[in-house]
């Protein structure tokens, strides 16, 4: 059993660390893709059961910093904006250790849209089924290891990469980045990391 212990608490130290480590680096090329409105819906969504309640402005507060945090390092010339319907939810509950450990997830509906073109890229809007990043907090279950405001930021910037990897998937959509100024624009660069979030052996 204290072996258990001790392998537990070392993987939540190693989790206490983790970053998403692509924010702090130049995002992948996106074309001429500037981020325009972020728009994030929340209206009555779904609740899974037994799962803590979060209010409909916490759930927009949080995606709508994902989406920026993410989105906002590019520096292309013709905008796009993200809109982000939340249709349900679960935060994981508290429960017993690989016994009754629950899960948190996010379900979300996004639509792109073109500015200069004022239409949208999809004629219907993409659904993901989001879940929490594994990690050793996650792996017991952030019900016992994590507060509600953690479990949605971590919930919300899994979804702001999966939309980003769904993006970068459809390279036509954000025009040829050669046709871009080079004086006025770039490809993006890297979100420079705060000084709370700097990471050391000790963290």
Known sequence: MTRLLSA?????????????????????????????HNIVVV??????????????????????????????????????????????????????????SPKSALIIS???????N????????????????????TFVSSGLTQTKEQQMENLSRNAAKMIHDWMLRNPDWFGDPSLMDPENTSVGWPRPVAEEETITPDS
């Not at 994902?66 to 013709?78: C, L």
């Open 8 to 36: 537990i608490l070392l993987l939540l130290g190693v989790a206490a660390c983790e970053r998403f480590e692509d924010l702090d680096q130049a995002p992948e090329p996106m074309g001429r893709f500037l981020l325009g």
């Open 43 to 100: 209206n009555e969504p779904d609740i899974g059961p037994l799962s803590r309640e979060a209010s409909d402005d916490e759930w927009q507060a949080s995606v709508e910093s994902a989406i920026s945090e993410r989105f906002s390092r590019y520096d292309g010339d013709k905008y796009f904006h993200i809109a982000v319907k939340v249709e349900g939810y679960a935060l994981a509950v508290p429960g017993i250790p690989f016994v009754a």
């Open 110 to 116: 996004v639509t792109l849209w073109d500015d200069a």
């Open 118 to 137: 004022e239409g949208k890229l999809t004629e219907e809007p993409k659904l993901f089924t989001v879940f929490e990043k594994l990690s050793g907090e």
